[in-house]
């Protein structure tokens, strides 16, 4: 009778295929790993966006503030205080004039709103995957978004942001990189990493998504 079994030699060959095999997947199973760690957090920062956007659409609040950074700051007006500053006929201020906002703690009608700072990136998080631009290291620290429902204020400090190419609009700009080949401060607008996304979001808080390709142009993939 003949017997299957498995010589000694044929199990060499199993193992030395299956190192093999090893070798030659293990960094590409680990690029798809970092890669799909940071696209996570990129796609959670823009579903935090938009969450901002439908809380003031809602009417719940007459403009929300994020500043986007590592450790991301969330300022609300009142729908009271926002039509005193910007729609009242009796108000006359440069925020109305000029349809802009400062920043939360420098303009009188903004409060802190920490329960709606339910995220937090980078340095500010230690199961964070990523660092991101702005970010203290850089200036400016952060990008800050103020969001209304007609969508016609905009910040007036210095600001990081590049021409939609489709558009031609100025856009205001994210960056996200992988915290396993970048540092906060080498995480920067003309970094050229492995595992970079960033996010643009244009005056009515629309946001397409990009990854930078090897050859360091970026390509985008939403929005």
């Known amino acids: 009778m003949k017997k299957n079994a498995f010589t000694i030699l044929e199990l ?20 798809w790993i970092t890669d799909r760690n940071v696209k996570k957090e990129v796609y959670e920062t823009v579903t935090f966006i938009n969450d901002m956007k439908a809380l003031v659409d809602s009417g719940k609040y007459g403009m929300i503030q994020l500043s986007l950074k590592p450790n991301l700051e969330i300022y609300t007006m009142s729908n009271e205080n926002f039509f005193n ?13 000029n349809y ?36 203290a290291a ?31 609009q100025n856009v205001d700009i994210f960056i996200f990189c992988s915290k396993s080949n970048s540092s906060q401060n080498s995480c920067n607008y003309n970094a050229r990493f492995d595992f ?27 929005g």
């Open 12 to 31: 060499l060959v199993v193992l030395a295929v299956i190192g093999v095999f090893s070798v030659v997947a293990y960094p590409k199973i680990s690029n």
């Open 85 to 97: 500053t910007y729609k009242s006929i009796s108000t006359n201020n440069s925020y109305k004039t």
């Open 100 to 135: 802009k906002c400062n920043y939360g703690t420098m303009q009188n009608g903004f409060q802190r709103n920490k329960t709606l700072e339910t995220i937090k990136l980078s340095v500010s998080n230690n199961d964070s995957n990523v660092h991101v631009y702005p970010n």
């Open 138 to 168: 850089h200036n400016p620290p952060y990008t800050v978004l103020c969001l209304t429902k007609d969508n016609n204020i905009s910040y007036m400090r210095l600001r990081k942001t590049e021409r939609d190419t489709e558009t031609a």
């Open 196 to 222: 970079m996304y960033k996010i643009t979001i244009n005056q009515y808080a629309r946001i397409k998504i990009y990854r930078l390709k090897k050859n360091g142009q970026w390509v985008k993939i939403d």
